[in-house]
């Protein structure tokens, strides 16, 4: 078996943008735009449909089957045109009995399901937390689908979605899943942005190589375009450029999976800067994959802080995250990060959006954040 997911994986996801309105033409779609736009250049490179895929019923042999309308072809034949451009291709299922939204689950259907996908072609499976028997142990229903993958016969990368319930942390590591939702479904608004961020501040010694904090899709160019009113709750949100901006460089440094959720059809020229901006990325997909510290901002702590993340080749990542509505005072007093003023040493700054060098600093280094902005930098210890 081969080793997977060293580093955060990278694709596309269905869910937030179309929920139960897929097709096949939309999956060979999202895979010649994956190369025809640059995502797979920049590391993109799992198209996974989320639910609503198969028909309500399994077949005479207990067969998961697709959807005969909107995949009229099956799977196998949309993997294959996945695997065609370079790419790979991801599934979905349940632990319950049913999935989220009513078509079959893999309770006790584990082995048969993971020889399907298998057969399939199938790189990734995501599996939710829906309909799950209160009889069945949570932890026990992914060690069991887990071992189903890892038995199967084929690479298939793991992804569990149980949205951070039953101390998830404490035991998926162990269960062979490569990564695991910590937070309950994203919105394209601000403040879920904002919530499920802060609310993952904590849990960055979890996750790692190979078993990944999963933050949840990003929302980044969605502008409330979703056709899924299950996820927005009727009201269709949309963010702001900056808050998109924002939202991914938090998700970048704090290690998530980087699953776009937009309808890339769509991307405007921002959207495309955002979510292929090669030195935020980079952050992202470090070797290491440590896990970064917070330093808040003594006079503005809940919303303004520094993230800071050691990276393989010896330079520092610091983001700095204004997440209130006001313009904010962000100062990072080097000391705080391990480089007293006796060390002889500065910090030389590479920023992550101008492409440049900033400049080289003593000491400290402040400035002002617009409100929701961050700044993301690159830094090296250099000898005075
Ligand atoms: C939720 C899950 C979402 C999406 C949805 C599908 O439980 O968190 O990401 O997969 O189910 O019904």
Not at 228 to 250: I, M, P, Q, R, W
């Amino acid at each position: 078996m081969k080793v997977l997911a060293p580093v955060p994986p990278m694709g596309w996801n269905s869910w937030n943008s179309f929920g139960w309105n897929i097709s096949e033409e939309l999956i060979k779609t999202t895979a010649d735009l994956f190369v025809e736009s640059g995502l797979k250049d920049a590391g993109y490179e799992y198209i996974v449909i989320d639910d609503c895929w198969s028909e309500k019923k399994r077949d005479a042999d207990g067969r998961l089957v697709p959807d005969h309308t909107k995949f009229p072809n099956g799977m196998k034949d949309v993997a294959d045109y996945v695997h065609s451009k370079g790419l790979k291709f991801g599934m979905y299922s349940c632990a319950g009995t049913h999935t989220c939204a009513g078509y079959p689950g893999s309770f006790e259907h584990e082995y048969i399901d993971a020889q399907t996908f298998a057969e399939w072609g199938v790189d990734y499976l995501k599996y939710d937390y829906c309909y799950k028997s209160i009889a069945a142990e949570g932890a026990n229903l992914y060690r069991r689908m887990s071992m189903a993958l890892r038995s199967c016969g084929r690479d298939i990368l793991f992804s569990a979605c149980n949205w951070g319930s039953d101390n998830v942390l404490s035991w998926i590591r162990s269960s062979g899943a490569q990564m695991f939702r910590s937070t309950g479904d994203i919105q394209d608004k601000w403040s879920s942005i904002k919530n499920i961020a802060l609310s993952q501040l904590n849990n960055q010694p979890y996750g790692g190589p190979y078993c990944h904090n999963d933050m949840d899709m990003l929302v980044v160019g969605m502008h409330g375009n979703s056709d899924n009113a299950e996820v927005v709750d009727g009201d269709k949100g949309g963010c702001s450029d900056v808050e998109y901006k924002t939202h991914f460089a938090l998700w970048a440094i704090m290690n998530s999976p980087l699953i776009i959720g937009c309808d890339i059809r769509r991307m405007s020229d921002n959207t495309k800067e955002v979510l292929m901006n090669k030195d935020i990325i980079a952050i992202n997909q470090d070797t290491e994959c440590r896990g970064p510290y917070c330093i808040k901002q003594w006079n503005n702590p809940d919303n303004v802080f520094a993230l800071i993340k050691p990276l393989s080749d010896g330079d520092y990542a610091i983001g700095m995250f204004n997440l209130s509505d006001n313009r904010s005072e962000m100062s990072l007093q080097f000391y705080d990060i391990g480089l007293p003023a006796t060390a002889g040493r500065a910090l030389r700054l590479y920023d992550c959006y101008s492409h440049s060098e900033d400049g080289v600093y003593e000491d400290r280094y402040a400035t002002y954040i617009e409100p929701h902005d961050c700044k993301m930098f690159r830094a090296r210890v250099v000898k005075l």
